[in-house]
């Protein structure tokens, strides 16, 4: 079946430490997504990407990286700049624009990511 | 710049009745899709339902259906002969033609009781 699969589901990290989350697709869509989501505050979009080797801040990228280097694979880097990073993160694909769904997102299972 | 704003932060519903979740948007644009996206206890995002602003048939899907008033900016999502899986925290998003991202709403958490 096709989807998206976000690893690790739980992730604990210390201060000062950096910590990468996969995001893996195969449903062959363009364009993939991050968002955080923290109690009350909905998601937020963290980074996007529309094609392959290209990418852009979203509205919070301050201490967080990406790399699009293959299409079905979008991991995101929390690093140490990222003053609150305990929060649940959400991946996401859609088709390229002007295909057919390319407004609807298809969202992976999460991670967990807490702080110590 | 959008905005989406869900003003019930929870509700309740008796199993088998039906309920009505609020949500209003603001956009510049004519071209713009709104959603509503269900997410369970599993945390998994999961779409309900979706509607293009230009359609003025108000979308619907099985028990879910929404009242789009476009003059009021306004979009609700009203789930008839509600069950117990329907319990859930929905949020409401939208997405201009031109924008490739979704902006959320801060969710209403749904309780369906006995």
């Known amino acids: 079946d096709g989807g998206i699969t976000q690893s690790p589901k739980y992730l604990f990290r210390k201060e000062g430490q950096n910590v990468t989350l996969s995001c893996e697709q195969n449903?062959?869509?363009?364009?993939m997504y991050w968002y955080r989501q923290d109690p009350g505050q909905g998601l937020r979009l963290i980074y996007y990407?529309?094609?392959?080797?290209?990418?852009q801040k979203g509205d919070i990228a301050e201490g967080y990286s990406v790399s699009r280097e293959k299409k079905e694979s979008f991991p995101l880097t929390v690093t140490s700049a990222q003053k609150n990073p305990t929060a649940f993160y959400l991946c996401?694909?859609?088709?390229?624009?002007?295909?057919?769904?390319?407004?609807?997102?298809?969202f992976g299972a999460g991670s967990r990511l807490t702080v110590l | 710049a959008q905005t989406v704003t869900q003003s019930q932060p929870e509700m309740s519903v008796q199993e088998a009745e039906t309920v009505t979740l609020s949500c209003t948007y603001d956009?510049?644009?004519?071209?713009?899709?709104l959603f509503w996206y269900k997410q369970p206890p599993s945390r998994q995002m999961i779409l309900v339902i979706r509607?293009?602003?230009?359609?003025?048939q108000n979308a619907t899907e099985n028990r879910f259906s929404v009242n789009f008033q476009k003059a009021a900016k306004s979009f609700s999502l009203k789930i008839s002969d509600s069950q117990l899986g329907d319990a859930a925290m929905y949020f409401c998003?939208?997405?201009?033609?031109?924008?490739?991202?979704?902006?959320f709403g801060t969710g209403t958490r749904l309780q369906v009781t006995l």
């Open positions: 996401a694909s859609s088709p390229g624009q002007g295909s057919s769904g390319a407004n609807v997102l298809t």
């Open positions: 449903l062959n869509h363009d364009a």
């Open positions: 956009t510049s644009e004519s071209d713009y899709y």
């Open positions: 998003a939208s997405k201009t033609g031109t924008a490739s991202k979704l902006t």
């Open positions: 990407s529309q094609i392959v080797n290209d990418f």
């Open positions: 509607q293009e602003a230009y359609k003025q």
